[in-house]
């Protein structure tokens, strides 16, 4: 069975204050018993409406530090006093006892926001419960006390799990083999992008230079061209939010690389005349790329390798439910077609007698890109695929479909919804409107958002939508979750309209109010 969210309830506070009693996950100190986002369970039968979070403040340790604290005492030194410090540079490092450091540094963790804690609609980001069994596995000491380079002998177990889980991933998308080596969704495009590379060099095809890229790509894609000496064309989106065909097929040429695409792409929509964009390339003598960042919207559904692609990277982290808050960690297998299978990264894990070995006879690998991996968030993906078998990842996609299309018709009465067609597992609304009637910015929206105890979505991505929002729920939140944010983002929607000036100044219940941040970018203070 698809894991799903407890049947937690709506906010139902008679009225809205502005001093309301529930923390938030990132600015509290303790958790309120079953809330979803920040939001009250109570009396779910009562309509749901909008509460604010509260504010909590941390010191710093040096603002926590007392001379002459009891602390730890050091051993004696066993080693000479190093000689050449210049003088006056002994650290100053905070006097402070172990019993303030761990309340200090476990309030810190209670502001981290998660999944665990809060509604996290980040679309293009797949922020999905991670089941705890997962946990579990990764935990075993034959997954987390061996070593990359132990002998074949010593880790089959391990071995075994690499071999299996690239059939499975090769299985369920429909490709020939696969490599686990990739450590994330980017090195994943990179190895993609390398495989394609060597399998036009192989065949002495040395001109093509040219890699096409939808302008709703991630950019990562026209990045990791450049990083492979390829220069990009941007392929512009029609009306419908699909690649334009017309546009397309005039780069075509035999200059062309191959074409980077996302399906569904970063609008949250299935390319409707998908198979004839891969066949076009095709005919050109390129190759199809795929940026599976999106996969969780078709798992058992539809396999990308019929729909035309050759190469596809899989965010294990997204779609098959790791922890990868702040960058990571992350796991970017690639698949492949047989045409590029003997190009995948070396060493391949084979079976010879029974028995599990590292293969390092690949004369025409791109070469080792990692040892094998992230391999506890590969085994964590693995123990997500075995629980769900394949009527259940089929399950949880048609879950996710169905929640962000649910969630879309909530709110397109209010935001501005640029392609009106319905949606995969995310979708895209803007504040356009609210901007130009209320001088309201999508910046202002997400902003807000944090007092009412919720993550922000995706905001300014796909970047060819004008004060674009990127909403996606996932499959584990329940109805009472979806009508809960909806409810925010209506109020939010009505405040923009009152009083325009409370979301210039939000957050307003945050220890961090408004940051400036252009200069933050430009002008980070990274000491104290």
Not at 236 to 249: Q, Y
């Amino acid at each position: 069975m698809t894991p799903r969210a407890a049947e937690t309830g709506a906010p139902v506070p008679a009225e809205m204050a502005a001093d309301s009693a529930v923390a938030v996950a990132g600015e509290r100190q303790g958790a309120a018993p079953g809330r979803v986002g920040g939001l009250s369970n109570a009396e779910p039968e009562r309509s749901p409406q909008p509460q604010l979070a509260t504010e909590q403040a941390e010191p710093l340790l040096s603002e926590l530090s007392s001379p002459g604290a009891p602390t730890h005492e050091l051993p004696a030194l066993d080693v000479p006093d190093p000689d050449d410090l210049p003088q006056g540079t002994t650290p100053r490092i905070p006097e402070i006892g172990e019993l303030d450091v761990v309340r200090h540094f476990t309030h810190l963790s209670q502001r981290n926001y998660s999944i665990d804690s809060g509604f996290y609609p980040l679309g293009s980001c797949t922020m999905k419960y991670n089941p705890k069994i997962n946990e579990d596995v990764a935990r075993l000491p034959g997954i987390a006390h061996i070593h990359p380079l132990a002998p074949d002998e010593t880790v089959q177990g391990a071995l075994g799990l690499i071999y299996h889980l690239e059939r499975l991933l090769a299985s369920i998308t429909g490709f020939a083999a696969a490599s686990l080596q990739p450590m994330a969704g980017a090195q994943g495009e990179f190895a993609g992008m390398l495989l394609i590379r060597a399998y036009h060099q192989a065949r002495g095809d040395t001109k093509r230079r040219k890699v096409l890229v939808p302008d709703s790509a991630h950019g990562t894609n026209p990045a990791t061209a450049a990083m492979c000496g390829f220069h990009t064309v941007a392929i512009p989106t029609d009306r419908d939010g699909d690649v334009d065909l017309d546009k397309l097929e005039a780069e075509l040429d035999d200059t062309v690389v191959g074409l980077m695409l996302t399906n569904p792409n970063t609008l949250g929509l299935f390319e409707k005349r998908l198979l004839e964009v891969t066949s076009a390339v095709h005919r050109a003598g390129g190759l199809v790329y795929g940026d599976g960042a999106n996969l969780n919207a078709i798992l058992g559904v539809v396999k990308p390798a019929d729909m035309g692609f050759d190469v596809l990277h899989i965010n294990v982290h997204k779609t098959f439910s790791t922890p990868h808050g702040t960058g990571g960690p992350g796991a970017g297998p690639v698949v492949v077609t047989p045409a590029l299978e003997p190009f995948l990264p070396a060493p391949v894990v084979v079976q010879r007698d029974g028995a599990y070995a590292l293969d390092h006879a690949r004369p025409q690998s791109i070469g080792r890109l990692s040892y094998h991996g992230h391999f506890g968030i590969l085994a964590r993906g693995y123990t997500y695929i075995r629980m769900h078998g394949p009527d259940g990842l089929r399950q949880l996609s048609e879950t996710a479909v169905l929640n962000a299309n649910y969630l879309r018709a909530l709110l397109r009465d209010v935001y501005d919804v640029p392609f009106d067609r319905g949606c995969m597992h995310e979708f895209v609304v803007s504040a356009k409107s609210l901007k130009a009637a209320h001088d309201v910015r999508t910046l202002d929206i997400a902003k807000r958002l944090i007092d009412y105890g919720i993550h922000p979505p995706t905001i300014y991505f796909p970047l060819i939508v004008d004060e674009g929002m990127l909403i996606e729920p996932t499959e584990g939140e329940s109805k009472r979750t979806l009508d809960s944010f909806a409810a925010v983002m209506r109020q939010i929607a009505r405040e923009a309209a009152e009083d325009p000036e409370l979301l210039h100044q939000a957050p307003h219940h945050s220890p961090v109010r408004r940051l400036d941040e252009v200069t933050a970018a430009r002008k980070p203070v990274i000491r104290w």
